[in-house]
């Protein structure tokens, strides 16, 4: 079959690999690091919130948020595409093309509307962990297709599509705005819309499997060299550093948060160390292939302690902190990294590598261009702002306007994923034990999720030995009645 004149199939196969290594960072891995991270009674729903948000953002995000993303301006604002589906057949086989920018990448529209879609997901997927553990789930279906379209779209074109901050020369290589204090700053708002989880939660909530988190924390890391490889839009040599710079940032990340933990609490933590590859790869995330290999272990150094700083001193001692229930800390994981590498990359950024990803910035400070730091930090409090704004709008709406209760009931809260989904994380018996199994006949769940199955006020088990001694007294009982009549 023949191939377009204008279709490079280098360039279009790795950015198909690169997308598909960014929708596995989603799927399976921030589902099952969820799933493992968090309480055993909330691993069910944990994991069904980053699920569900990626089908729900690439329904959305074809029919009509793409564009608004990365179409044609709309009308005289800067900050916005005009709406519309990426669906047809024509569409689709075309050359890829951003319009408002100008960038017309050698593979077809179909690639490149699915390699902005799995980052578009993965946005959602991570500011869902500063809701988990408490965010009603109706409220979370609505709450994806309603962020994505007023926030997440502006941002994206505002930085990405040849929007104003692009135009003015903010550098966000691959995310770290437009993704990572974005869903950081977001989650962050929700959560204190949403309010906080149970009291006891708040006080115990250790994973219920680390090893399961390690893998999802692997799947994230090495997908990571698809999330930044992929972003000059070619299998460039540029593509080839933002994946090592990718990986030299987030090895020095991980290891200066283990040393900080080992230093502060006298004991090296595999979920510190999770933490800490998470902020390495936030961090780098801006900028990937615009800073040189020394600069990446500078910013590795800082994420690796400055966020640590924020999540294990400011965050224990603000009373910010305490009053917004940011369930995994996303706030610090992204926000603070985000913007710390955002920051730096103003400092760090070469001519060369500017030059190599198609910027006509000559550089950051190092370079002599100290005007590239105010840019950085313009583009950041933009990001902020909308994300205070629209988060909160948004959450009201749900509220106020659609009358959906954003914080489970107290009830599911005290239960878990049982009361929620008629499903459990880890099931060790032989009975049916959700709907999806034929247990059709399931009464309302209440008690202690933590505590095993509990129906109606009582435990299974034990009502099962209670039955089980009152027919023994009642056989016992007709005996003794039978030979008592027996002897009459």
């Not at 800390?329 to 950024?349: D, E």
Request: hydrophobic share 50%.
């Amino acid at each position: 079959m023949s191939t377009p004149t204008w279709n490079d199939t280098g360039d279009n196969a790795w950015q198909l690999t690169a997308a598909s290594l960014v929708a596995l960072q989603s799927i399976p891995g921030l589902v099952v690091l969820y799933a493992g991270i968090v309480k055993r009674k909330w691993a069910i729903n944990s994991a069904f919130m980053a699920f569900y948000a990626f089908a729900a953002v690439l329904i959305a995000w074809v029919i009509w948020a793409y564009k608004m993303a990365f179409g044609k301006q709309w009308g005289k604002a800067p900050f916005i595409g005009t709406p519309g589906p990426a669906l047809s057949m024509e569409y689709e086989l075309t050359q890829a093309l951003l319009p408002t920018s100008g960038v017309a990448p050698l593979y077809p529209m179909a690639t490149m509307v699915y390699f902005q879609f799995v980052f578009a997901a993965i946005t959602l997927v991570i500011m869902a962990g500063a809701f988990l553990g408490r965010m009603n789930f109706f409220a979370w279906m609505l709450f994806v297709p309603l962020w994505l379209t007023f926030s997440y779209t502006v941002g994206a074109f505002s930085l990405w599509g040849g929007g104003f901050l692009a135009t003015r020369g903010v550098i966000d290589y691959s995310g770290g705005y437009v993704i990572h204090l974005s869903s950081g700053t977001a989650g962050f708002v929700g959560a204190y819309w949403i309010g906080p989880r149970l009291d006891k939660d708040r006080i115990n909530f250790r994973p219920n499997n680390i090893l399961l988190t390690m893998v999802g924390a692997g799947i994230l890391w090495v997908g990571w060299n698809g999330f930044n490889g992929g972003d000059p839009y070619a299998a460039s040599p540029d593509a080839g550093v933002a994946v090592l710079n990718t990986n030299i940032c987030t090895a020095m990340s991980l290891l200066t948060w283990t040393l900080c933990d080992t230093i502060y609490f006298k004991k090296p933590s595999v979920i510190g160390a999770v933490q800490g590859m998470i902020t390495g790869l936030v961090a780098i995330t801006p900028a990937a292939g615009v800073v040189a290999g020394w600069g990446a272990i500078i910013i590795g150094i800082c994420s690796g302690s400055i966020p640590w700083i924020s999540m294990n001193i400011a965050g224990k001692k603000l009373r910010l902190f305490h009053l917004v229930d940011d369930t995994l800390g996303v706030f610090h994981t992204h926000a603070v990294a985000g913007s710390l590498g955002g920051f730096l990359v103003g400092i760090f950024a070469t001519e060369s590598g500017c030059a190599a990803f198609g910027l006509t910035n000559p550089g950051g400070a190092i370079a002599g261009n100290g005007k590239q730091v105010w840019l950085q930090i313009v583009g950041a409090l933009f990001i902020i702002g909308l994300n205070i704004v629209m988060t909160s709008l948004i959450m009201l709406f749900i509220k106020y306007v659609c009358r959906i209760p954003l914080r489970m009931t107290e009830e599911q809260l005290l239960v878990g994923d049982d009361a929620i989904h008629g499903e459990e994380a880890y099931v060790f018996d032989d009975g049916p034990r959700s709907l999806i199994h034929g247990d059709y006949g399931r009464h309302p769940v209440h008690g202690d999720g933590e505590a095993g199955q509990v129906i109606q006020g009582r435990n299974p088990s034990i009502e099962e030995h209670e039955i089980g001694s009152e027919s023994s007294k009642e056989k016992g009982g007709m005996s003794r009645e039978k030979n008592s009549t027996s002897t009459q």
